[in-house]
Nanobody, 124 residues
Framework: QVQLVESGGGLVQAGGSLRLSCVAS????????LGWFRRAPGKEREFVAA????????NYLDSVKGRFSISRENAKKTVFLQMDSLRPEDTAVYYC?????????????????WGQGTQVTVSS
């Protein structure tokens, strides 16, 4: 069984920064890609970023490229999402998830374990 626990969300003004963390439990962590998704009120879940097991390959939603950065520390079983230049439209609940393999995929159906989410609110 794998558990993912996110933290680091909060309220920030537009242009500000937040760093989300997601800590995993369970034996296997370093073999899998990890991703961040978000769901804004009244909207569908949306892919944000993903990173492969080595940290070399990444994938980002176009609207966050250049503003968000995903990274991981396998020894600490932790994946991070550094979010800079935040915009009101980034407001959402952010979830981390484990890919079924090592794919930096934007398809949520390819992720098998999900965290409970952390709220990010960006005020204008």
């Amino acid at each position: 069984q794998v558990q993912l626990v996110e933290s680091g969300g909060g309220l920030v003004q537009a242009g500000g920064s937040l760093r989300l963390s997601c800590v995993a439990s369970g034996r296997t962590f370093s073999s899998y890609a990890l991703g961040w998704f978000r769901r804004a009120p009244g909207k569908e879940r949306e892919f944000v970023a993903a990173i492969d097991w080595s940290g070399v390959r990444t994938n980002y939603l176009d609207s966050v490229k250049g503003r968000f950065s995903i990274s991981r520390e396998n020894a600490k079983k932790t994946v991070f999402l550094q979010m800079d230049s935040l915009r009101p439209e980034d407001t959402a609940v952010y979830y981390c998830a484990r890919n079924r393999a090592n794919l930096v995929s934007a398809d949520g159906h390819l992720y098998d374990y999900w965290g409970q989410g952390t709220q990010v609110t960006v005020s204008s």
